[in-house]
């Protein structure tokens, strides 16, 4: 046992042995962190077979408890297509003898976007599956419950917001579609006798009064808080006047944020998608690398999970090609309780209606627990069909090396230690990049190298349910950003009345703050950073985490009467090793007259096989996931389905 989790003097005034939701299965023999750090090696000893195991940690309560981001279960089975368990076709799967007209490989956005683009545009009799790894669906749009003081609450465990679309657009149809209704996003209002803080909708935006918290880097200790006008002014940041002096000249030049080309592919924007952001930021905006490596990294390149010196300086703007009506933080970002979860739970409410009982209203699909045996019950005939757990590990067709020839393709997967396979007439893979390169079997050259050029990063959201906020009220904000430790922001939001019989919020009430972790290693390769990312995300024990997060919570709200062991109720890591993806410059538009890597994959179905998820949409956002789910079914009922 290693020293970063034995347990330590103070360990009992941060609250660690306290009971907080689901985690009374720990223990303190856990194993290193420091050490494994940046092991190759796989720490499997941490990697229990969960739910509850030394990894995952406690997953809450509801639908989603044994689906906290990539749980031990999940990922241990994946992980056995990357170590090379399935380069032969296992002698012993079982035939499950069905064959579907198409079967679509991930149950997230892209995935749950093609089966309803299947079923609505398929036309009668043709049946569709969705294979999905983990036991809940959504991806990255699932949710982490709550119950803290008898009140359920809900936070996102990946993403978070959607906007408010052209109201004749496809997305706006296709909202119309799942219940989704936009003028039913009425939220909770104020509802305590001490005077009111401005509160935002999601836990993203920010509109409140924030303040910026500075510790050890900034050689603050004991750390400091800038709130109100001051935290403003660059005159008070604890940084050498330099930097102050170019934080003062940089002030009101938002301006700058305006988009620098006319249309996706000009010469303009192919200059952006040559150069990173920090270099962007640096000739374009006159910035310098101190300030952009202090102040904004990961900032920048939030939306794509690594920092600006290996982005693409095109991600900076290429949530603008998605087209929305309203995209203001301020007026335009809505969220369900536990995020785009809201989204997913209403599209697979659509494609199997007795898959959440009650009638198609935000309140019922937002509250009603998934009726699991609805989703995939054995030998009914309905038009789509949700096969949860199941890890694909082999795509391939009928006919080796002769995909024009073959009729169908096999689907293997694994299953609760057993591995099947079945028959599809045609394949979505709606996964991402990570696992369709290595499942899908004698991929032409140009698929490959394509999928060669797919970065992803790994990001980690831990929401930490308090039984009241007043720690963040007595500083006067509602909102909070810093630049070290675990996560950069957090805040207090409202969420959507139909979600909750709480009405009211108050600096009384209990919430859950999120925290975004990134990982970002500056000055490293692209590659690297996401490596070292998750070799830190997999050898780190949820004690080391839930440490860390203790202390750090301790450090920064204790002075206005935080107290982790009584006002933390729970903890939960979702832990995401392929989060993001993270496009290096050439992306979006090629570089070296070759076409960019996610046209190939697009443009060309292989076979009976067509490509979808958000990776290839360059922006992650679940209309891009959408988009490309429909697009990839279109091709398949267009070229592919006789
Ligand atoms: C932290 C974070 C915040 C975000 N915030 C927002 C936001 O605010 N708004 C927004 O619109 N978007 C947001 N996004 C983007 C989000 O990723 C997309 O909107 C969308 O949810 C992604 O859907 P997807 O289906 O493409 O991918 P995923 O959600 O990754 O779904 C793919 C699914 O396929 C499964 N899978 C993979 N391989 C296999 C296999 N071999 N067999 C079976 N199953 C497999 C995966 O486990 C996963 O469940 C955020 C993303 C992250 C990480």
Known sequence: MSDSNRDRPHDKTLGMDARICRRDFLNSTLLASGGLLLSPVFPRQLLGEGPDDDWTGPGGVGDYRTANGNTAPVMNAAHRIRDHAFDSAPADAIDTGEVFDCVIVGGGVSGLGAALAFKTQGGEGLKCLVLENHPMFGGEARRNEFMVDGQRLMAPQGADHFQIPYPHSFIARFYEMIGLDIAEFKYQTWGSSLPEITLGRTFEQMPGPNGTWFGSKFGQNPSIWLTGASAHNPDNLPVPPAMRDEL?????????????????????????????????????????????????????????????DVLSAYCEYAFDDLHCLDDSAETGWQAFPGGNEGIARH?????????????????????????????????????????????????????????????????????????????????????????????????????LEAYRQFYRSPCMVVNVAVRNWMFLYKLGI??????????????????????????????????????KVLYCYPGLGIEEQGNRGRAELLATSFQEYERQIREQMTDMFARTGFDARRDIAGIILNRWGHAYLSPQPGFFFGKDGQPAPREVLRNVPFGRITFANTDLGGAADHKVAIIEGYRAVGQILDRVLT
Not at 482 to 504: A, I, M, N, R
């Open 347 to 447: 599209m697979v409410k659509t494609l199997i209606p007795d898959s959440i009982p009650g009638p198609k209203t935000l309140e019922a699909v937002c509250r009603n627990n998934v009726d699991f045996t609805a989703l995939d019950p054995p030998n009914a005939d309905r038009p789509a069909r949700l096969r949860l757990g199941a890890t694909v590990v082999r795509v391939e067709h009928e006919l080796p090396g002769q995909p024009e020839k073959s009729g169908f393709v096999w689907i293997t997967y694994t299953r609760e230690g057993k591995v099947y396979r079945l028959k599809a007439r045609s394949a979505v893979m709606a996964g991402g990049c990570w696992t369709t390169k290595r499942i899908v079997r004698d991929l032409p050259a140009s698929h």
């Open 478 to 515: 509602s909102g909070a950003n810093w630049y070290e430790g675990l996560g950069s922001f957090t805040c207090v939001h409202k969420v959507p009345l139909f979600s909750t019989d709480q009405k009211t919020i108050g600096p009384e009430s209990p919430t859950v703050l999120t925290f």
């Open 248 to 308: 003062r000249r940089r002030r009101g030049r938002a301006h700058e944020s305006a988009k620098p080309y006319d249309y996706p592919g000009d010469a303009r924007s192919r200059r952006l998608d040559s150069m990173t952001i920090e270099q962007h930021l640096i000739e374009d905006r006159g910035l310098t690398q101190d300030v952009i490596r202090t102040f904004m990294t990961p900032g920048e390149g939030g939306g794509y999970g690594l920092g600006p």
